[in-house]
């Protein structure tokens, strides 16, 4: 029974990763980060993979919505800034799934919830991610400086 469960799991992965695709490809400004190597569909699993939760994400409307993709981001973000902070190692993917919580935290809500609480966790949660980019970009200068240094 639990390998059926793992299994409707990594089906549900799959569904999350193709629904997180279509709604990155629909964003034209994210399209230049995806010039290099790694692809829209490579980043799109990996968010899936980091991302994902059972409850929450089974049973996501199409298209997702822009408190579904912050949140998801968000969720992304904070673990690889975690591994940023103490491994100061991240692959491609992984950078870019940094970059694309920065721009998602940039963009305004298209339908305003109902309920202003949700307005305003949505608003704390993006200036949450745009303070933490900040810190983690003065980080990366920081250590930057340090490696360049130690050539001296």
């Given at each position: 029974?639990?390998f059926?469960k793992?299994?409707?799991?990594?089906?549900?992965?799959?569904?999350?990763?193709?629904?997180?695709?279509?709604?990155?490809?629909?964003?034209?400004?994210?399209?230049?980060?995806?010039?290099?190597?790694?692809?829209?569909?490579?980043?799109?699993?990996?968010?899936?993979?980091?991302?994902f939760?059972?409850?929450?994400?089974?049973?996501?409307?199409?298209?997702?919505?822009?408190?579904?993709?912050?949140?998801?981001?968000?969720?992304?973000?904070?673990?690889?800034?975690?591994?940023?902070?103490e491994?100061?190692?991240?692959?491609?993917?992984?950078?870019?799934?940094i970059?694309?919580?920065?721009?998602?935290?940039?963009?305004?809500i298209?339908?305003?919830?109902?309920?202003?609480?949700?307005?305003?966790?949505?608003?704390?949660?993006?200036?949450?991610?745009?303070?933490?980019?900040?810190?983690?970009?003065?980080l990366?200068?920081?250590?930057?400086?340090?490696?360049?240094?130690?050539g001296?």
């Amino acid at each position: 029974m639990t390998f059926i469960k793992a299994l409707g799991a990594q089906w549900n992965k799959g569904k999350l990763a193709q629904q997180l695709e279509q709604a990155l490809l629909q964003e034209s400004e994210i399209h230049s980060l995806f010039i290099g190597a790694t692809t829209i569909t490579t980043v799109s699993n990996l968010i899936a993979a980091i991302g994902f939760r059972e409850p929450e994400t089974q049973g996501q409307a199409l298209p997702l919505t822009h408190e579904f993709m912050l949140t998801i981001l968000f969720d992304c973000f904070r673990l690889l800034m975690i591994k940023q902070i103490e491994h100061d190692n991240l692959s491609q993917a992984e950078h870019l799934i940094i970059q694309l919580a920065k721009i998602w935290a940039t963009k305004e809500i298209e339908e305003k919830p109902d309920n202003e609480v949700c307005l305003t966790q949505y608003r704390e949660l993006q200036q949450q991610i745009l303070n933490l980019t900040e810190q983690l970009d003065e980080l990366n200068g920081q250590r930057r400086r340090q490696k360049r240094n130690m050539g001296r």
